[in-house]
Structure formats: C-alpha cells, structure tokens
C-alpha cells in the first residue's frame, strides 16, 4: 500500500517504540491519517500505536486536540506554533510517550506567496520536549507525493528523537 521507503522507515519506527516500551500518537490535518495508517501497515504495531487524531478543520484541531483559536487565528493552520500545538496538544490528550503532527498545503490548490503549496510545519513533542521544522516540497509534486512525502520526513522525525533519547 505504501511505498517501500516508507514502510522500511515505519518499521523502524515500530522497532525502536517496542525497544524503548514506548507509545506513539498522530495528530494529522494534510495527510489525513496517512502517518497512522503507515505504522499500523506494520505487524506488531499494536503494541505501541495509541492511535490517531485527524484534525483538518480547525474546529478538530480546537476540539480534539486543544490548539487555542488565538494560535489559529494569529499564525494560520499552517504554520510552526499550530504544528507545536498540535502535537503537545495529541500528546496531553492521549497520554503517549511521543506525538507527531503535521500540517500543510498538498495543493494543488489552497496556496499562497506566504504558504506556497508544499510547505509543511511538523512537531514531534515528548514530555521533556518539542521540536519544529518546516519543509518545503517542490509545489510542482502531485498531492498524493505531497502527502507521502510529508509521511516519510515525519517518520523520520520521529526516530531522530527516539535517537536523541540514546545520545
């Protein structure tokens, strides 16, 4: 269903939460649930899959998740302090071990100057942290390469601070 670097990094992922009896929540809006159903793909991710919130509106994003509508209002859905948000926000209401969030312009409509499609904000949280980043895929990408792209950097995210718990 996904392609093979993606499930490769999904089992890595999967691999490195089972080594360090951790879980995992997602908190989507641009890929809809693509992250979770990257690692649930993987057999045994039953163990430390908490779940998923799929938050594209901003009232999901305010309701499920908690991001505060001043955060919405002032900086956009798509910008680095609703990413943060978002993942503290999946973090506190699943009480998982780590969040991944992420939030974007697939395109190829929805663009801007300021927010070209493919921007993407990501947010990975632990208790004792957050960290942000910001990635800009070639606009001219599909929404589907978008989308899996997006998949595959936060994948990657994810085990770069499971690493960092091993430094």
Avoid: W
């Amino acid at each position: 269903m996904f392609p093979g670097e993606i499930t490769d990094l999904s089992k890595q992922v999967i691999a490195a939460l089972i080594e360090r009896q951790m879980t995992i929540v997602t908190a989507e809006s641009c890929t809809g649930g693509l992250i979770g159903g990257a690692l649930t793909e993987i057999s045994g991710s039953s163990a430390v899959v908490y779940g998923g919130f799929i938050t594209y509106a901003n009232e999901a994003k305010m309701e499920m998740i908690g991001v505060r509508a001043d955060i919405l209002d002032h900086h956009g859905a798509v910008s680095e302090q609703t990413a943060r948000a978002m993942a503290e926000g999946a973090l506190k209401a699943s009480g998982a071990d780590i969040a991944i969030a992420v939030t974007g312009i697939a395109g190829p409509n929805g663009g801007s100057i300021a927010k070209p499609v493919g921007l993407v904000h990501f947010g990975c949280a632990r208790a004792q942290d957050t960290q942000c980043r910001e990635h800009r895929f070639n606009p001219k990408l599909s929404r589907q390469d978008i989308r899996l792209a997006t998949v595959g950097e936060a994948l990657k995210m994810v085990l770069e601070m499971l690493a960092d718990d091993q430094a």
